[in-house]
């Protein structure tokens, strides 16, 4: 398992995806990924196709590190898809980055995989007695797989049955035969949208990706269904039936999405206001100011000043050109990226008691140096509240949190986390609160409760994550 350089979940990846022949698609998905940067900073790929033929280029690094103007006019053709990663499952290494290409009976075929899938480690030992030789240790691989091997007749058909057989979380950008495919899994776990550019479609991960375009948003991919984009327009089936307990990922929400996207009907800002409101109803505290962590505690921490009418002042200054901490190997080293990435406006905090909102808590050792840097800094009291319920359990759906026994509050109880992280109280936001905030849309909230809607394997989530390649 990976060490990671700050304590917040990460997303595993972002996709995009474009048919418009007489459009330039490779930089208009280089755009669009640089609007998803925040989903994956790992990796970054873009694969063209001329309807038979696809280029693909991908390396490691941020989007802007990976393409050149010189290597994105090279890529020619009138469809395009794009993917930015954050590994969960498959380790950091060139061969797991997307898309995916490979040759197949009926030509070539690339794809780009944001999710998890809970039967993996069954799916590829399945597959590799029938012969199938795997380049990467990622699960995205067996999918392309799948679909190459039930290629009968019709594409489509080949993806239908391919996700009779996948469990877990996906949402899928596939481009062969000329054509340009959307995927979403049938509990629509992670968001995936349809946009229009002049008499072009395309696809994304989040809505703020269209907006960067100048594309207008057309529809969500609904859980379970197969969006086809070709040369006659788009055409939507139902793949599999959208299952009862389809629920998205509330943490897409609570911290993982742009504020400026648009999910299954929801917009991220105005959610993270309710939540910051919700909490105001739960736990009004009399103090001077509220700060926010920036940024991720920014808006929710907006919403509770304002139904409170307290001072929102901006306690801790962020340093916009950190690079990224994660790759940072050691606790100390963690502790010091804090540091660099934020400092305190000891103006503002000296002689003040304050309410301190960030969206969550995993380890919780930034949040004890944080309130650690807020009492250096002058404060009288330090508030912890959190927009979220505590994180008891681990994802297996595309969300990288930490495995169970590092995540503090399945070790501690409320008390036991206020007394680590040094605040002089300590609240985080009900289920019931979240679910006000979110509208009472369906969301999965496993990684609170334990209640997980796909099955998941018996002992960690170390017993899927593949072995690195040689």
Known sequence: ?????????????????????????????????????????????????????????????????????????????????????????????????????????????????????TNAVELREELGKDGAVFQTTVDSEVIINLIARYRRGELEDAITKTMIDL???YCLVIMAEGKLFGVRDPHGFHPLCVGKLGDSYCLASETCALDTIGAEFVRDVEPGEIVTIDKDGLHVR????????????????????????TLDGLNVLESRRRMGEELAEEFPLDVDLVIPVPDSGMTAALGYAQKLDLPFEQGFLKNRYVGRTFI????????????????TNKSVLAGKRVVMIDDSIVRGTTSSKLVEMVRKAGATEVHMLISSPPICYPCYY??????????????????GIRRFIGADSLHYLSEEGLMRALGRKPSCLACFNGNYPVEIPDDTFSKYEFEALP
């Open 398 to 415: 595309g969300i990288d949190t930490a495995q169970r026994e590092k995540l503090i509050a399945n070790q501690l109880d409320l008390e």
């Open 328 to 343: 940072q190997p050691t606790q100390e080293m963690r502790e010091v990226s804090v540091r660099i990435k934020l400092n």
């Open 238 to 261: 139902q793949g599999l039936p959208k299952a009862r307990d389809s629920a998205i990922c509330a943490f897409e929400y609570i911290y993982l999405a742009r504020p400026d996207s």
């Open 1 to 117: 398992m990976r060490q990671h350089g700050d304590e917040k979940p990460k997303e595993e990846c972002g996709v995009f995806g474009i048919y418009a022949p007489d459009q330039p698609v490779a930089r208009l998905t280089y755009f669009g990924l640089y609007a998803l940067q925040h989903r994956g900073q790992e990796s970054a790929g873009i694969a063209v196709s001329d309807g038979c033929n696809i280029e693909v280029h991908k390396g490691m690094g941020l989007v802007s590190e990976v393409f050149s103007n010189r290597i994105i006019e090279h890529l020619q053709g009138k469809m395009a898809i794009g993917h930015v990663r954050y590994s969960t499952t498959g380790s950091s290494l060139l061969a797991n980055a997307q898309p995916l290409v490979v040759y197949y009976q009926k030509g070539m075929m690339a794809l780009g995989h944001n999710g998890n899938l």
């Open 167 to 169: 469990k877990g979380a």
